[in-house]
């Protein structure tokens, strides 16, 4: 019984050349791996990840976050067919996502009830479906002279807005 007993406790190692190689194998070689991806990653000839223009990489991750459009503020202001023509024609000329369609004095009517400044937030800030249209191409001038060539085309009486800088002018030359 003790013969068995002893066989029992015994592990796989059974002679010390045994034992020297499962240290090496445990200990040695895993810390020569680790060295050596060390090395690797700290290496500085490494080509760049997704490009091999140098030039081309270093312009990606200094290119700019944002971008400053500076509009020219003298250029005339357009009229409210052009604005029409240029922004409003692709729903309301169609009447596309239950937009009042161009002259339809039926469903232009109530919104012409609500006022010209009321139609004119609604263009800038949107309702419904439509997308607001301020800060686009058109300034907001330029969007109200839209809505007033929309209204009048439906019966409204509002006047086209006109530039501020024509009044101001305008103004001081009658003073």
Known sequence: MSATHDE???GPIKSPKQLLGTVILAFVL???AIIGLVMYVTAGNKPATG???PELAVAQRIQKIGQVEVRDANRPLRAGEAVY????AACHATGAAGAPKFGD???WAPRIQTGFEALVQSALKGKGAMAPQGGGDFNDLEIARGVAYMTQAAGAK???PAAPAAEGASAASGG
Do not use: R
């Open 51 to 53: 490009s091999a223009n």
């Open 30 to 32: 895993p810390v020569f």
């Open 8 to 10: 029992a406790h015994t």
């Open 85 to 88: 023509q240029g922004q409003c």
């Open 105 to 107: 004095v039926a469903a």
């Open 158 to 160: 509002f006047a086209e």
